[in-house]
């Protein structure tokens, strides 16, 4: 058989898209055009909500606002620096908006980089479903109800900018088998390379969808084994090339993430309880009310169930085996590694991806059902996409709050964060949106807004070595944790639980904000003769450290 660009191609696993099946106008209009509507969906609550409810957004927004130009103003210049030499991966949004930062501002830089973490992941998705099957196809619409997950609540924003690239650089395998082995290796290696600096998972998951590509669509590698032996020497020829940078990497940058933890940081942190698992594989799908995300999801995956019934689903064998260990791997790592957390909620997320890239349901429908069935995806996708945005509109007035708490605050000072909680009550006594996936809080960040908004110094800005690009000067260093969230306000009055770098905060602190003080009664700061309130705005109260003799 002649080695030509086309045998290449089928050797890679992926097929030549064949354009015939989307002439009719329901795949060449309808369904192009309820993808965009979809797309808009996920634009929509970016645009309308400055600071949405997501764990870590407000610091990576601080932190871009801080490198493009904030930690040159006093007397911020005193407290915080930028650090190029202290991260080297995790730090994409970093390193391009320090490119656009200084024409963009932060704000608007945040909401792009959060809509490209949106859309890329299901983009990347599509792009890999359609190079695995060939052309547009309305079962794509229903990918982008996994733009919307537990990690992107958390604000993970270089994570699915990451995860999104690796399934864009994957799809363009196709391509590439048809081009020169030079051009193939170097190209293979500049994509690994920007995405280990995105992120460390982004180069772990192209790893995995190559060797998924080049495992092949049929299982048929499996049935003996030499057919096992072939396939496993073209995915460690897939692979080895785009590893290449990580091994560079390892060798010689100063500082891995986990660096700015001890041994006991470092070491790992594992949860084998069934309530723990099954938060973890549902991390994909679930958001802020677990209810209704599910029942969305039934909707989505209705025709690939109705499918998998009649015995009409097209597989990519490789991709399926791929999301298989993708989600054994989250089943089997700990939660918390090299002082990163969520290590096991991850995996899931990526299993999710290469899963709906590598089926398509067969189904033959006529023309009028396919509209049909393209429509109800889209209005499902669009509809949830619309909830959340009237969750994020509603929490905006936490963030009005802490705007208004701090307004007198005056510069330079120092403001130490709490966090009001309630051990008598759940999530669901608080407003939606203030938590999500297994109770964990979204308003943990907002406190390092009063860095941007005040000039004011807040010790949990992340600054960890080896995954931030950023440093908190002597001595203000003496008073932060590298990657602290947000204290109980039981640390305040009881000095065992109390942290050492916080031991000091009578005479190293000027003010006590204390955030989700509008539910519960959990503590009475005022009781306190060292505290002076100065503004309670509900959500957000601020109270003033009464220096001298007053301390209690």
């Given at each position: ?8 191609q ?21 369904t192009?055009g ?11 609550p970016?645009?309308?909500v ?9 610091n990576h927004?601080?932190?871009?606002w801080?490198i493009?130009g904030?930690?040159d ?22 390193y391009l ?6 024409v ?11 809509l ?8 990347g998705?599509?792009?890999?479903n359609?190079?695995?099957f060939?052309?547009v196809?309305w ?9 919307w997950?537990a990690?992107?609540?958390?604000g ?7 995860i ?15 081009t020169?082995?030079a ?7 500049a ?8 992120h ?46 990580a091994?560079v ?16 940081g470092?070491?790992?942190?594992w949860d084998?309880?069934?309530q723990s ?6 991390t ?7 209810a209704i995300d ?6 989505v995956?209705?025709p ?23 989600m054994?791997?989250?089943l ?7 002082g990163t957390?969520?290590i ?9 991806l ?15 059902a396919?509209?049909a ?7 499902a996708?669009t509809?949830?996409?619309?909830w959340?945005t009237?969750i ?8 009005r709050?802490v ?20 051990d ?5 006594a ?10 964990h ?7 390092v ?11 949990n ?14 001595p203000?260093n003496?008073?932060?944790f590298?990657?602290d ?8 009055v ?14 190293r ?13 959990r503590a009475n ?5 060292s ?13 003033r ?5 007053q301390?209690s």
């Amino acid at each position: 058989m002649p080695h030509t660009p086309r045998a290449e191609q089928a050797a890679a696993g992926l097929r030549i898209p064949d354009l015939s099946a989307a002439r009719h106008p329901a795949d060449r209009l309808v369904t192009p055009g309820l993808l965009m509507l979809a797309l808009a969906g996920l634009a929509l609550p970016v645009w309308l909500v400055a600071i949405p409810p997501l764990l870590d957004y407000p610091n990576h927004l601080v932190r871009l606002w801080l490198i493009t130009g904030g930690a040159d103003i006093a007397p911020l210049s005193k407290m915080y620096a930028v650090s190029w030499s202290s991260a080297f991966t995790n730090v994409g949004i970093d390193y391009l908006g320090a490119l656009l930062g200084r024409v963009v501002p932060a704000v608007q830089l945040g909401s792009l980089f959060l809509l490209l973490a949106l859309v890329l992941p299901p983009l990347g998705a599509a792009a890999l479903n359609r190079a695995a099957f060939g052309g547009v196809h309305w079962w794509q619409i229903g990918f982008f109800f996994f733009a919307w997950n537990a990690t992107l609540i958390a604000g993970f924003l270089n994570f699915h900018i990451g995860i999104g690239g690796a399934l864009l650089a994957a799809a363009l395998e196709r391509r590439l088998a048809g081009t020169g082995l030079a051009l193939r290796l170097s190209a293979k290696i500049a994509m690994a390379t920007l995405l280990l600096v995105i992120h460390v998972f982004a180069l772990f998951f192209y790893w995995a969808l190559l060797a998924a590509i080049a495992f092949g669509p049929r299982f048929g590698a499996l049935a003996t084994m030499r057919g096992l032996a072939d396939a496993l020497r073209a995915v460690v020829a897939a692979v080895a090339p785009a590893a290449i940078p990580a091994l560079v990497f390892v060798l010689l940058v100063p500082a891995l993430p986990g660096a700015h933890v001890d041994a006991a940081g470092n070491a790992p942190w594992w949860d084998f309880s069934l309530q723990s698992k099954l938060h973890v594989l549902l991390t994909p799908v679930v958001t802020y009310e677990r209810a209704i995300d599910l029942a969305v999801l039934a909707v989505v995956l209705a025709p690939l169930a109705w499918a998998l019934i009649a015995r009409k689903v097209e597989v990519h064998a490789g991709l399926l085996l791929a999301a298989a260990a993708l989600m054994a791997l989250g089943l089997a790592s700990p939660a918390a590694l090299a002082g990163t957390w969520w290590i096991d909620n991850r995996f899931p997320v990526m299993a999710a991806l290469a899963l709906i890239a590598g089926v398509r349901p067969g189904l033959e429908l006529a023309p009028a059902a396919r509209i049909a069935t393209a429509a109800v995806l889209a209005l499902a996708v669009t509809v949830r996409s619309l909830w959340i945005t009237s969750i994020w509109y509603e929490r905006q007035a936490d963030v009005r709050s802490v705007e208004r708490a701090v307004a007198t605050v005056p510069a330079g000072a120092a403001v130490l964060p709490l966090d009001n909680i309630d051990d008598r009550l759940d999530a669901s006594a608080y407003p939606t949106g203030r938590y999500f996936h297994n109770n964990h809080p979204t308003h943990w960040s907002l406190s390092v807004l009063v860095i941007m908004w005040r000039h004011a110094f807040v010790p949990n800005l992340f600054w960890a070595v080896g995954k931030q690009p950023l440093c908190v000067l002597a001595p203000w260093n003496e008073i932060s944790f590298p990657e602290d969230g947000l204290l109980p306000v039981q640390a305040l009055v009881d000095a065992s639980l109390t942290p050492k770098h916080f031991r000091t905060w009578h005479e190293r602190y000027d003010y006590v904000l204390l955030l989700n003080a509008d539910v519960g009664q959990r503590a009475n700061l005022s009781d306190l003769s060292s505290l002076e309130l100065v503004r309670d705005e509900g959500f957000a109260r601020l109270y003033r450290v009464v220096k001298g003799p007053q301390q209690s």
